[in-house]
């Protein structure tokens, strides 16, 4: 198995950036260029314009000079699947529902505690590399009773922010891939006690229904409530496609908002990953209950699933998280690249150039995905007294370079390979450019062989196990 190195200590004294460009996302939208700050321990312990105090610059433990750089707060990608690295490149012709069953069906019911931990390893460094300090990891997976924890245990090495949401289906799906209630709450419950609040509530976890036509009433109920006995959210696909609301229609008479607003289950914590297909009365009762939505558009670009309206939601007021969704249907996780496709994607679908700008995307993927995570006081801008979860960027590539205005930057030319340095809590997790706590290439040559063998059980053709 790969090696793990241990995640690095944080300094004593803190760890102090300057010269460098500090975009808080706070509500003022402030950027400090120059400026600096100070991290102590976990958490942001000062930041400012100018120069550090030299009191507090020559205390550090570490002194890090941002030249030409830029700093923002760690972006959340609020919905994802990792265990589909191992199917990236599967999904290039398929709508939605024929990629399931003959892609993901096939080859999760396959899936174990090792490959699930490599394949989650993977996607923990992807997405670090890529600015995402936070994962929310639909994984719907449990074909072997520890594929959670391993999950769990990778998200625990890689120093990355994690919501486990525990993803059922009690009818409608493989049958290897069903659980009754019993057993979706059972099986939680060993999880949520070995890690819910892990490390400092680095490690949180949840429920998540995996689709409206895959779980029934009751299970939805028990299921919800189980979540908010200790204080979890719900997390769930929502009106993704239109063929998957004309099939709630057909067999409920319900829309998908109208179903979850019958069974009173809506609320702030719930989060809609895709809401594509939702009509005026749906976003009225989302408003209403103040849940998040968790906007995939490069996912709903590559299924062919639709546009979001994002412009009428954003007029009610709702919550809107950024995410990338499962390296199956993107095929990466890239929050750079969802920055730019959420701007560029209502600019075209309105034919109107200020549809969005760059500080929505940035306030949506930063403070958006911080509320869906269920910590908005904690994380997702850059002030006094919140987690130390930031990622810093090389302004000067030629592909970025010359800049004029730094949010414009970030969201329009900035690509992970401009990622720097990532803090998580205070340690760095990505340093140069590189993961700190694992090398990456032994991890992709092991992650290889491991999916060439999971496709092999499978009977599904690849070049990994040709």
């Keep these: 198995m790969v090696a793990i190195r241990p995640l690095a200590d944080r300094p004593v004294g803190g760890i102090v950036i300057e010269n460098v460009a500090i975009v808080t996302v706070d ?166 006690d070995r890690w819910h609040g892990h490390d400092d509530d680095r490690i949180k976890v949840e429920l998540a229904p995996l689709i409206p036509w895959g779980c029934s009433d009751d299970v939805m109920i028990a299921t919800v409530n189980e979540a908010r006995s200790w204080g979890a959210g719900t997390h769930i696909h929502c009106a993704e496609t239109r063929e998957e609301v004309d099939m709630s229609l057909e067999e409920r008479g319900e829309r998908h908002i109208e179903w979850l607003d019958r069974l009173g289950l809506l609320g702030d914590d719930v989060q809609l990953a895709h809401s594509v297909w939702l009509d005026d009365a749906e976003l009225d009762t989302i408003a209403a209950h103040n849940a998040t939505v968790v906007h995939c558009p490069v996912s709903n670009m590559y299924l062919a699933s639709g546009v979001p309206r994002i412009l009428d939601m954003r007029s009610r007021g709702i919550n809107i998280a950024l995410a990338s969704d499962g390296p199956g249907s993107n095929n990466r996780q890239d929050m750079f690249e969802v920055l730019k496709s959420t701007v560029l994607l209502q600019k075209i679908h309105h034919l109107d150039a200020m549809a969005l700008q760059p500080e929505d995307a940035l306030q949506m993927a930063c403070r958006g995905g911080a509320v869906a995570l269920g910590a908005s006081d904690d994380v997702g801008m850059i002030e006094a007294g919140r987690r130390a979860d930031l990622v810093m960027i090389d302004l000067r590539s030629v592909f970025v370079a010359p800049v004029h205005r730094v949010m414009s930057a970030l969201v329009f030319n900035a690509t992970p390979a401009d990622v720097r340095h990532v803090i998580v809590d205070g340690r760095v997790v990505v340093e140069d450019g590189r993961a700190t706590f694992v090398d990456e290439g032994e991890l992709i040559a092991e992650a290889t062989t491991m999916a060439g063998e999971v496709f092999a059980r499978a009977g599904v053709s690849s070049r990994l196990n040709q």
């Design 27 to 192: 509500d003022a939208m402030t950027v400090h260029d120059p400026g600096w700050l100070h991290i102590d321990g976990s958490h942001i312990a000062a930041v400012g314009a100018g120069s550090p105090p030299t009191a507090i610059r020559s205390a550090a433990g570490r002194v890090i000079d941002g030249t030409g750089h830029a700093v923002m707060p760690g972006m959340t990608n609020a919905h994802t699947h990792l265990f589909q690295t191992f199917f990236r490149g599967l999904a290039d012709d398929k709508p939605l529902l024929e990629w399931l069953r003959s892609c993901i069906w096939p080859g999760a019911v396959h899936l174990d505690g090792p490959s699930a931990y490599l394949a989650g390893l993977v996607g923990m460094v992807e997405n670090l590399r890529t600015g995402a300090t936070s994962i929310i990891d639909h994984q719907y997976v449990h074909v072997t009773d520890d594929i959670d924890d391993a999950v769990c245990r990778a998200a625990d090495e890689s120093g990355a922010r994690f919501l486990l949401a525990s993803g059922w289906a009690d009818r409608n799906y493989p049958e290897a891939m069903c659980e009754d209630a019993d057993q979706i709450i059972d099986r939680i419950r060993g999880v949520k």
